[in-house]
């Protein structure tokens, strides 16, 4: 179940209204209704994945429990291997298997890829990574092994960030499902305005960006020669767009809907493109999953206490493995590799580059720069192959970029969205504060309904489902 | 007043507040549901837009509509499955390729999809009828995912391949709310009349005559206007026409694509179909990619499926616009695949 279909849009309310209705102050109940709801939410998609979920619950539940009792690091490991075996096979094993035949076979060495013919689970990376960083927090001894089944499985699958995160820790989660939830009528109205937000993000902005884009990338030799180059780089520019929205929208509407049901989730995306740094930058852009990397990966391997040059190599590695994250495809991985690269000359050059206040005008042109890196990245992301993506940047190196582009129509969107981005950039989401008479905001959720209905927008699926 | 009153006050507010918010959402819905612009929700007869002889919006459903109106007095066994493009296989012709028990109806939506053409094989086999014979005409762009980006209100009238019945109507829902379907639909709202401006993709363009029998669509007044004035015609039209120097080949289809293909050959040789797969050609040169066109070979078979992409392309003349080529053209389509 998909957060722009419309069957969302008759589940949500409906949960709502029996959780605070008819469940209410029955703690117990509560959550057993919840972690239906979050399963009926994911068999949507398809039920027979629902066992790998459960699974995961089940041996990270059983293996903390064990944990906790001895052998901590033996259980713990059992569970990473085993979680990251599931992740393997599901995600990665056919890349694997087929970049391995090609490899033998350019040394002349012709080898059968064996593959395997799966489908991707959705949510599966994201689900994994939550579950692992409960292990490892039990491990850690940072947390306490959850007692309670319900509750810990309800923490796996919470439907709103089930599929495209936050992804979220057990040491802020867990105890909100372990603890009584009351209506909050002021959480309630920035939830919905939260909804409300994220779902100009998708539809009004990603959405519409995506028409150009796809029709850009899918015929870049065709809009270089008519067009020019001009019209590829806006196709690059709008992508960033997309994601951004896409992205951030979904955890908008994901943050919104957690806190209806009166449960905070984590930030996930903090105005990313007024960003200054590259360091800021990834202090804003998914930064639940950054910050996973930071604590399970990056600290472990040794963080910054080895020295200046394994400081490197590990943020090159952190980098690598959350490019390989998103997919298995060269193109992700090489996406990681470009802001490991990125990130490694910035500090070279200029040390941490970290920010305590909010972007100002003055800072425009660090913005901007941070922004051309994101969109080149964002190609290459976007991108089928390596090879493809070396085409269209030839392509853009050698035709017009003076041309008017094709494509400026999605601009009309992008603009204003920037603009609101900017004036709210201050606050959690762009509308958390409308200091305004109660029947402006109301002419003002309006205006936002009407530009989600008449955005003239396909709609699309989630970008970061497939992750 | 106990905290748990307190916090029920809370939440009829905010229950009551928010259905506030959401009245404007409810006005519109109430509007679409009332006036229901692609027929989805009160019914209606098809036959009626046909006799304006304007084409409605909807063909896949005229198609449809049709198929049920005639079956019980037909016996069709022969269909022509495909875009718009197929409008222009006649019947008549393809019925000289055919043995004399063929009895021929065309399946056709605009912008058919690849699922679209799957519901119409399962009304098809849902019905008891047998498709002997077929032919299913492909463009390029039909193998993309991004299919419909042209114009997202064009919709498919029966129920998409897996989609349940709330987003069959949101689905419907949203492309009515799309401005450019608006411009065009809320004066014919009003006056009745239909424009058929170059902007136009509302409406198809004024037929010459329709047979709801076969669902056979004449056209043929285009080349009466191109054999009048064949200047005018192409000047008429001439932001249809984008001449392309080469190729443009679309990226490789998806395995969703593909399923959709295997499960139409699974159907076909159900019936023990004699069929052929056609891609014809475009004047803009949106081609399949070579690997594609080998996959499409494999999965229907090397003497099914012809590969005219190229056919007629170096000439606009050829073409009604940039991807509708002519009778004549489809014509000897058919005379060279059927090899007589």
Redesign the interface.
């Known amino acids: 179940m998909a957060f722009n ?3 969302y849009a ?1 589940f949500l309310p409906v949960v709502f ?1 029996l959780y ?2 008819v469940f ?2 029955r703690l117990r109940i509560q959550n057993v209704f919840l972690l239906i709801a979050s399963y009926v939410f994911y068999a949507c998609w398809d039920w027979r994945f629902l066992a790998l979920i459960i699974f995961t619950t089940l041996s990270t539940f059983f293996t903390a429990k064990l944990a906790a009792r001895g052998q901590l690091r033996l259980w713990t490991g059992i569970n990473i291997v085993v979680n990251l075996a599931i992740l393997f096979v599901f995600k990665y094993f056919n890349f694997f298997a087929e970049s391995f035949a090609q490899m033998m076979s350019a040394v002349g060495w012709e080898v059968d890829a064996v593959t395997l013919n799966v489908v991707l689970p959705v949510g599966i990376s994201f689900y994994t990574f939550q579950a692992l960083g409960y292990s490892i927090d039990v491990a850690r001894r940072q947390i306490k092994p959850s007692s309670d089944i319900v509750s810990f499985a309800t923490f796996i699958a919470f439907f709103p960030q089930l599929v495209a995160g936050p992804i979220e820790r057990a040491s802020s989660l867990l105890p909100q499902i372990e603890h009584e939830r ?4 002021t959480e ?2 920035l939830g ?1 305005r939260q909804i409300l937000w994220g779902v100009v993000k998708k539809v009004a902005v990603a959405d519409v960006c995506a ?1 150009y884009v ?2 850009i990338f ?2 870049p ?2 809009y270089a020669a008519e067009f020019g180059a001009s019209t590829l780089v806006l196709g690059a520019v709008l992508f960033a767009f997309q994601i951004y929205g896409d992205f951030s929208g979904y955890s908008d509407i994901a943050i919104g809907s957690a806190r209806l049901l009166g449960i905070r989730l984590r930030q996930n995306f903090r105005y990313p493109y007024f960003s200054r740094s590259v360091t800021d930058f990834w202090g804003r852009w998914h930064i639940s999953l950054t910050s996973w990397f930071r604590d399970y990966v990056y600290i472990p391997l040794g963080g910054n206490r080895r020295g200046v040059g394994r400081t490197y190599f590990n943020i090159f590695v952190v980098f690598l493995l959350s490019g390989l994250w998103h997919g298995a495809n060269f193109t992700f991985i090489a996406w990681g590799a470009m802001w490991g690269v990125a990130y490694v000359v910035e500090r070279m050059i200029f040390g941490k580059v970290t920010y305590t206040d909010e972007p100002r005008l003055r800072n425009i042109m660090s913005m901007i720069g941070i922004f051309i890196v994101a969109v080149i990245g964002f190609a290459i992301f976007r991108s ?1 192959s390596i090879s493809f993506f070396g085409h269209y940047a030839s392509l853009c190196a050698s035709s017009s970029l003076c041309a008017i582009p094709s494509g400026l129509t999605a601009m009309a969107y992008v603009v204003p969205f920037l603009v609101v981005e900017w004036l709210g950039r201050r606050n959690s989401f762009s509308i958390e504060r409308l200091p305004m008479p109660a029947w402006v905001r ?1 002419l003002f ?2 205006f936002l ?2 530009v989600v ?2 955005a ?4 699309e699926t989630f970008i970061y489902f497939q992750f | 007043m106990t905290m748990a009153d307190k916090e029920r006050k809370q939440l009829n507010r905010f229950v009551k507040r928010t259905l506030l918010a959401c009245l404007p959402l409810l006005a519109i819905v109430v509007t679409y549901i009332a006036i229901d612009p692609f027929n989805v929700i009160w019914g209606f007869n098809p036959m009626d837009k046909v006799a304006e002889k304007s084409e409605p919006f909807n063909r896949s459903r005229l198609a449809v509509e049709a198929y049920l109106n005639h079956r019980d007095s037909v016996d069709y066994n022969a269909f022509l499955f495909g875009s718009s493009r197929t409008i222009y296989y006649s019947v008549d012709e393809w019925k000289h390729h055919l043995p004399d028990d063929a009895v021929c109806f065309h399946f056709d939506a605009a912008w058919e999809t690849l699922e679209g053409m799957l519901d119409k094989m399962d009304l098809i086999k849902e019905k008891g009828d047998r498709i002997k014979y077929a032919i299913l005409e492909f463009h390029a762009d039909q193998f993309a995912d991004t299919a419909h980006a042209e114009i997202p209100y064009r919709q498919d009238f029966r129920l998409r391949h897996s989609e349940n019945v709330f987003a069959y109507h949101f689905r419907h829902f949203m492309s009515a709310l799309n401005t450019d379907f608006l411009k065009v639909y809320i004066p014919y709202l009003f006056t009745g009349k239909m424009e058929d401006t170059e902007e136009n993709k509302v409406f198809e363009s004024p037929m010459r005559g329709y047979d709801p029998v076969k669902n056979e669509i004449d056209y043929r007044n285009f080349d009466d206007e191109i054999d009048t004035d064949s200047t005018a015609y192409f000047n008429r039209y001439s932001r249809h026409y984008q001449k392309a120097a080469v190729d443009s080949v679309v990226p490789r289809m998806s395995d969703e694509r593909i399923a959709l293909l295997r499960e139409m050959r699974r159907r076909l040789n159900a019936d023990s179909t004699d069929y052929r797969v056609i891609l014809g050609p475009s004047f803009y040169r949106h081609v399949n990619n070579s690997t594609d066109v080998a996959l499409l070979r494999r999965i229907f078979g090397v003497k099914r499926v012809y590969d005219f992409q190229h056919l007629g392309v170096e000439s606009q003349s050829n073409f009604y616009d940039n991807i509708h080529y002519r009778y004549f053209i489809a014509d000897s389509i058919m005379t060279m695949v059927y090899g007589k």
């Open positions: 279909s419309i069957i008759l209204l605070w209705y209410a102050r009351r209506f909050d009528y309630a109205v919905m028409v796809d029709r899918s015929q030799d065709m089928p109301y959720y309006t309904l009407m209905l008449f003239n927008s396909k709609p």
